[in-house]
């Protein structure tokens, strides 16, 4: 008896194949999702406390005042500014933008700014993200006068 080779799949196979896929899928994607959410945090996060430790660094090196302007909570983009005027103000027309960026999630904090002169924080805050459901270790920056650290937010403070 001779055999035929076959060079195709049956629509059986066909369906077993797609069925394992969709399952794949459907474990890969919610988990894929729920991944890519916390490392956008967690990058916005270092990039804010990258940003604030070059503001608190510049003001020392330069002896001027610098510090981080983002505006009205909820915030998406943050500036590092410098006072050129001598004033001590980051806020008016008289301060130097040195960079601005532009974050994923949207913060929160009490103040619209954190500035520091010589290196030390004239003001003290936390910048948390505006969803507090996300679980990472990595979900707040907390200012203080002269430290400035990354913590795990617990709805009331930077822990």
């Not at 196979?13 to 959410?37: C, D, H, N, Q, R």
Request: one cysteine or more.
């Amino acid at each position: 008896m001779v055999r035929k080779i076959k060079n195709g799949m049956t629509l059986i196979e066909l369906i077993v194949v797609l069925s394992i896929m969709g399952i794949i899928f459907a474990i890969g994607i919610p988990a894929y999702t729920k991944w890519k959410t916390r490392y956008d945090l967690e990058n916005d996060i270092k990039e804010i406390y990258s940003m604030v430790n070059d503001a608190r660094i510049r003001s020392f090196m330069e002896k001027r005042v610098c510090g981080i302007v983002w505006g009205t909570s909820p915030f998406s983009n943050i500036s590092l500014k410098c006072d050129t005027n001598n004033d001590g103000n980051i806020t008016d027309t008289g301060a130097e933008i040195i960079k601005t960026l532009s974050l994923k999630n949207k913060f929160v904090s009490t103040l619209t700014y954190v500035k520091f002169s010589n290196g030390i924080a004239q003001n003290y805050l936390n910048i948390h993200p505006q969803n507090n459901n996300i679980l990472s270790n990595e979900t707040c920056v907390s200012i203080s006068i002269t430290r400035v650290r990354i913590g795990e937010w617990d709805g009331t403070s930077c822990n």
